[in-house]
C-alpha cells in the first residue's frame, strides 16, 4: 500500500471507530494526539474516565492485532501517561488503553484494556 493511501486508510479507520464510541457515549476529546512518546490514535472521556485508543486496520483483525508491537504499546504508555499529567487527578485519573481493530469491510473489534500500565 502506498503510503498516501494507507495515510487515508487509517484516517477512514480512526473515524468508523470514533464514531462507534461516540454512540456508546463516549466523548472525543483529542484525534491523532501527540505526546513524547508518539502519537495516540483517539482520546475519549466517559463520566471523568480516559480511554486511550489505538486504531489498527488490516485485511483481517489478526493481522491488525499483529501490528500492534511492543515498541509501540511502549511509546503509547509514555505518551498516555503524559496526557494524564495535564488532567486535575494527575496520574490518579482512570483510564484504560483499548485498541480498536478494523477490518477490511470496515468491520471494528474493541479490545478493552488491551494494553496495560
Known amino acids: ?41 483517539l482520546i475519549f472521556e466517559k463520566a471523568g474516565a480516559l480511554v486511550f485508543v489505538e486504531v489498527k486496520k488490516a485485511r483481517d483483525f489478526a493481522l491488525a492485532a499483529a501490528r500492534i508491537t511492543q515498541r509501540q504499546v511502549d511509546r503509547i504508555l509514555t505518551s498516555a501517561s503524559c496526557y494524564l499529567g495535564r488532567m486535575p487527578a494527575g496520574q490518579n485519573t482512570q483510564m484504560q488503553v483499548d485498541a480498536a481493530l478494523v477490518d477490511g469491510r470496515g468491520k471494528i473489534q474493541i479490545l478493552e484494556n488491551a494494553l496495560a500500565f
Open 1 to 41: 500500500m502506498s503510503g498516501r493511501v494507507s495515510y487515508y486508510s487509517g484516517l477512514a479507520a480512526e473515524e468508523i471507530v470514533a464514531r462507534d464510541y461516540e454512540r456508546r457515549g463516549y466523548m472525543l476529546r483529542e484525534q491523532r494526539w501527540r505526546g513524547p512518546g508518539g502519537e495516540i490514535d
